[in-house]
């Protein structure tokens, strides 16, 4: 997978989550797509809550993240 796209990361980790999700993303093919795999790296991220893996022939894929909404705002 050469031309991964993630989409709906807000949160304080983007940069980390976006990284680990194409990571994972470019380890396959848009013709074996380990929805699974994606999942799993998005696992260690509390804020993500789900996601949606769109493959996009030839190398490319859309992955669409669902924050959780945050529990609790602290002012310092």
Do not use: C, K, Y
């Amino acid at each position: 997978m050469t031309d991964v796209e993630v989409a709906g990361v807000r949160s304080g980790d983007r940069d980390r989550i976006v990284a680990e999700l194409t990571r994972a993303a470019e380890r396959q093919t848009t013709l074996h797509v380990d929805a699974g795999a994606i999942e799993a790296a998005a696992a260690g991220f509390p804020t993500v809550e789900s996601i949606r893996v769109d493959p996009a022939f030839p190398h490319g894929m859309l992955i669409e993240v669902n924050e959780r909404r945050p529990a609790m705002l602290v002012d310092g």
